[in-house]
Structures are given as C-alpha cells and as structure tokens.
Nanobody, 124 residues
Framework: QVQLVESGGGSVQAGGSLRLSCAAF????????MGWFRQAPGKEREAVAT???????RYADSVKGRFSISQDNAKNTLYLQMNSLKPEDTAMYYC??????????????????WGQGTQVTVSS
C-alpha cells in the first residue's frame, strides 16, 4: 500500500552535484527506516545512506563528507544531496522504506518497500 517514487537523477560531470528526491505515498508508521541504495551493472546493491524516524543517520564510507540524507516529514519526502560526484558513483539509485526503526542502523538491504530507481551517471 506504500509507493515510493524517486526523481532527480541525471548525467553530471565529475565534481558536480545532484539532489535525489523520494516521495512516499500511503500510510507511513511513526517508527521506520528509510534509505538510499545504489546498484551498478554487475555489482551488488549497497546502502548509501540511511535514516530512521529518530533522525539516526548512517553513511557508506565511500560517500561520507560528500553526500547528505535528509527528510521532510510534512511532505513525506526523503532527499539525498550528492556533492563532489565521482564516476564511481554511477549507478541506479533506489529509495527504500521499512517499518522497523532499527534496520537503518544495520547494513541490511531487506527493506519492505522499494522505489523504481533513478539513474545517476557521472562522467570524467
């Protein structure tokens, strides 16, 4: 009953910035985990950044200092601000939601709800 819709992807040169958005439709429980994941062709899906209802945030080591995750609860929207982009950041980026608040604190990818993904391509 929950639908997640990502937007904001595109093509950018190395060093540039993009801001991804994830709009959530349907009932969202007061306790939850949300996260941004990415997957490049032939590679495993990896967690980029996660956040829960208490505002606890985790980042992948590869994006620390460059990416920031935030949420606008009034709009039921999750954001990922990506700065200083590198070609290695090229991937399909997915938004995910899980009703368990502690999931965002772990390196799990078994979230209950997933968006369709938005492509990010970084050229050198």
């Amino acid at each position: 009953q929950v639908q997640l819709v990502e937007s904001g992807g595109g093509s950018v040169q190395a060093g540039g910035s993009l801001r991804l958005s994830c709009a959530a439709f349907g009932y969202i429980a007061s306790s939850y985990s949300m996260g941004w994941f990415r997957q490049a062709p032939g590679k495993e899906r990896e967690a980029v950044a996660t956040i829960n209802n208490n505002g606890n945030i985790r980042y992948a080591d590869s994006v620390k200092g460059r990416f920031s995750i935030s949420q606008d609860n009034a709009k039921n929207t999750l954001y990922l601000q990506m700065n200083s982009l590198k070609p290695e950041d090229t991937a399909m980026y997915y938004c995910a939601l899980d009703p368990r608040w502690w999931v965002s604190l772990q390196g799990f990818s078994e979230y209950k709800h997933w968006g369709q993904g938005t492509q990010v391509t970084v050229s050198s």
